[in-house]
């Protein structure tokens, strides 16, 4: 009896938290297998982490850390309207949870260990009229300036799996004048794109870092 009522308090831990951090970006793996009760629990709490999408088609929760508009710009004068969004997602392994749920890990001990989902970013980009995937995304900070770099994978079209790189962009994000603004270059290697490009974006001011 105190076995079960461990795991319902267990269970109900791991599902608060979940929903509470999901504004931090909490992504969830898909588990490959089907398994016993105890998984179908697992899963069960898995599905209420990321915002109540079905279990076969389960969504990664993110955030958005930075979002931008403007224009790359060529050495003949030339330019093309640019948009960027970059995102933070926190991923948590099924298994992981799984295990938390199975053993006689504390309410704490179960907190400590879902808040150290691995972090990683991803992003996307449209220049012109073609939108791109931001892939190998880093963010660095250094005195108040943020500057991230990524692999422009692409153009993405429908019903298509593009895994081509045809660039990379590096931006950093800054105040400037009292604003928030995106400096940066812009390298395609391929495309209608094809070029080296100066990017100059208004940004939204960024979401803290956690």
């Excluded at 108040?144 to 045809?166: C, H, Q, S």
């Amino acid at each position: 009896m105190e076995r079960k009522m461990r795991l319902f308090l267990c269970i109900g831990a791991v599902t608060a938290l979940l929903l509470s951090i999901a504004v931090t970006g909490v992504a969830v793996a898909q588990p490959e297998q089907k398994g016993n009760a105890r998984e179908n629990i697992a899963k069960a709490v898995l599905s209420g982490g990321a915002r109540g999408e079905s279990y076969g088609a389960m969504k990664e929760p993110n955030i958005v850390v930075h979002t931008g508009h403007g224009f790359a710009l060529n050495e003949d004068g030339g330019f093309h309207v640019l948009r960027i969004n970059a995102l933070r997602v926190r991923r948590i392994n099924p298994s992981d949870i799984r295990a938390l749920i199975g053993g006689n890990k504390s309410v704490e001990d179960i907190r400590a260990e879902v808040e150290k989902g691995n972090l990683f970013y991803r992003g996307h980009m449209r220049l012109g009229e073609y939108h791109y995937r931001l892939d190998n995304l880093s963010v660095t900070e250094t005195n108040g300036d943020r500057r991230f770099n990524a692999n422009v994978v692409g153009p993405l079209r429908e019903n298509a799996d593009t895994n081509r790189i045809v660039g990379s962009i590096s931006i950093t994000v800054m105040r400037h004048e009292g604003i928030w603004i995106g400096d940066g270059e812009l390298t395609m290697t391929e495309g209608e794109y094809e070029g080296e490009y100066r990017v100059l974006l208004d940004m939204l001011p960024p979401r803290q870092r956690r």
